[in-house]
């Protein structure tokens, strides 16, 4: 199972898809779903903020703890 920052894609039968930023702990999940949804065509029917991107991004030392 991963755990570090990922993205998954579900493609349903009918042809829609589900675009989840997943342990991304500040907006820049925004950045990572808005490139993979412009190249699967760029139209949103529902965007859906999770809590975690009200979160600040982690700096400096924080970040080489998290990565342990």
Do not use: W, Y
């Not at 993205?7 to 950045?31: L, P, R, Y």
């Amino acid at each position: 199972m991963r755990t570090g920052k990922h993205v998954k894609i579900t493609v349903a039968s009918d042809g829609t898809c589900t675009v989840d930023a997943i342990n991304f702990t500040d907006q820049s999940c925004q950045t990572a779903t808005a490139e993979i949804t412009a190249a699967l065509g760029g139209q949103i029917d529902h965007q859906h903020d999770k809590p975690e991107a009200r979160l600040r991004a982690q700096t400096g030392q924080q970040d080489r703890e998290a990565s342990r």
